[in-house]
């Protein structure tokens, strides 16, 4: 990995510590998921992606998509839509909300999303994509941005078209997922379409799709010349991958993840989400997070299969302590991961524990 292509980005009155980027992902990129991955070394974490009319004519539930941790900052709060002045108002709660900077979601291939005009379908309307960032900068001072797909299909490849408009409104930047909405995540994301946008514009461009490893980070940088990725699926059960991307440097060869790291991750992941979301559903909203942190572990059908059998806390942590104690003094590769560093914030595994950096360091709760 080259130094320079790890580094700080200005945005604005805003500095990022690095390019290294969170997708936001519906159902998965809580404000726990985030604060994890941030812990992790990622220097910008992105919300899910949060319904525009939800928020103004929704519960508590939409609403609290809008929560943020202090250990997060900064966040970015993703939001969709297709009426300027819905969208203009929900930029302004999210940024009242203390996010610190506001994407419009514009590359979202599902048919429930863009049958409502939201996601990947605006792009089909340049006008409107238009009014919408104009209307929507009038009622934030915070950073704006787009993230949009290469088009709608083959026939509608207009992300140059989207992107140039993005610059002349004063967008940030522009993340372009390589892939258009009628490929949804099949096939190759096409990362030469991501070199060509970052020679068309001259606001920063972020690459994504397809960064699985270090070793795919490396080559995105190498091959786009973009100014920072985004990972989203990629970090889905291996959050330490953007400090393993921080640290790469070939050939110097680093030690693999350990069990009794990733069983403390497992276990302080299922304490924060019972901690914000309670019993039974805490345990319940786990499950998904315990079939990506398994995979590539010995006996990990048998795990996945056992540990969704538990709706309460102590019932799932003691399975999982005892199935990590039966995998014991055992090495393995964990499936898409390459090495880690050290723990976040300074953490050290003794036994099954995870050692404080400060006996009295005070962690917000959720």
């Known amino acids: 990995m080259n130094a320079a292509d790890i580094h700080p980005l200005h945005l604005e009155h805003l500095k990022l510590e690095n390019n290294l980027m969170?997708?936001?992902?519906?159902?998965?990129?809580?404000?726990?998921?985030?604060?994890?991955?941030?812990?992790?070394?990622?220097?910008l974490v992105f919300s899910e992606m949060i319904n525009s009319n939800g928020v103004l004519h929704g519960g508590l539930k939409v609403l609290r998509k809008m929560d943020i941790h202090p250990e997060?900052?900064?966040?970015?709060?993703?939001?969709?839509?297709?009426?300027?002045?819905?969208?203009?108002?929900?930029?302004?709660?999210?940024?009242d909300a203390g996010a610190a900077l506001i994407n419009i979601n514009m590359g979202c291939p599902a048919k429930k999303v863009t049958k409502s005009k939201?996601?990947?379908?605006?792009?089909?309307?340049?006008?409107?994509?238009?009014?919408?960032?104009?209307?929507?900068?009038?009622?934030?001072?915070?950073?704006?941005?787009?993230?949009?797909?290469?088009g709608w299909d083959e026939q509608e490849l207009n992300y140059p078209e989207i992107a140039k408009i993005a610059e002349a409104c004063g967008c940030a930047f522009v993340i372009l997922h390589a892939r258009t909405?009628?490929?949804?995540?099949?096939?190759?994301?096409?990362?030469?379409?991501?070199?060509?946008?970052?020679?068309?514009?001259?606001?920063?461009?972020?690459?994504?799709?397809?960064?699985?490893?270090?070793?795919?980070?490396?080559?995105?940088?190498?091959?786009?010349g973009c100014d920072g990725i985004m990972i989203g699926r990629g970090a889905l059960g291996q959050p330490w991958l953007f400090q393993e991307i921080k640290a790469y440097a070939p050939p110097k060869q680093t030690r693999r993840i350990?069990?009794?790291?990733?069983?403390?991750?497992?276990?302080?992941?299922?304490a924060l989400s019972v901690e914000r979301y309670g019993e039974p559903l805490g345990v319940k909203l786990m499950r998904k997070h315990f079939a990506w942190y398994s995979h590539g572990l010995p006996k990990s059908s048998a795990?996945?299969?056992?540990?969704?059998?538990?709706?309460?806390?102590?019932?799932?942590?003691q399975f999982i302590e005892s199935f990590f104690d039966s995998i014991s003094g055992k090495d393995f590769d964990v499936a898409g991961?390459?090495?880690?560093?050290?723990?976040?914030?300074?953490?050290?595994v003794q036994g099954s524990a995870i050692i404080a950096p400060s006996a009295n360091q005070n962690i917000p709760t959720f």
């Open 337 to 348: 991961a390459q090495t880690i560093c050290d723990l976040p914030l300074g953490r050290q």
């Open 118 to 150: 939201a996601g990947c379908i605006l792009m089909r309307d340049p006008k409107l994509v238009e009014t919408i960032l104009l209307t929507i900068q009038k009622s934030i001072s915070i950073p704006l941005t787009i993230k949009i797909r290469l």
């Open 22 to 43: 969170l997708a936001p992902l519906a159902g998965i990129t809580d404000l726990l998921f985030r604060v994890i991955v941030k812990r992790y070394g990622c220097g």
């Open 303 to 317: 795990f996945r299969y056992q540990v969704h059998q538990f709706e309460r806390e102590i019932d799932t942590r």
């Open 258 to 270: 350990r069990w009794p790291e990733i069983k403390n991750i497992i276990l302080e992941h299922l």
């Open 181 to 224: 909405r009628t490929q949804a995540f099949k096939g190759q994301a096409r990362w030469e379409e991501i070199r060509k946008l970052k020679e068309t514009i001259k606001i920063p461009v972020i690459g994504n799709g397809d960064i699985t490893t270090c070793e795919s980070a490396v080559r995105m940088f190498q091959e786009t």
């Open 72 to 95: 997060e900052h900064p966040v970015g709060i993703q939001i969709a839509g297709d009426d300027p002045k819905t969208l203009s108002q929900v930029a302004s709660m999210a940024q």
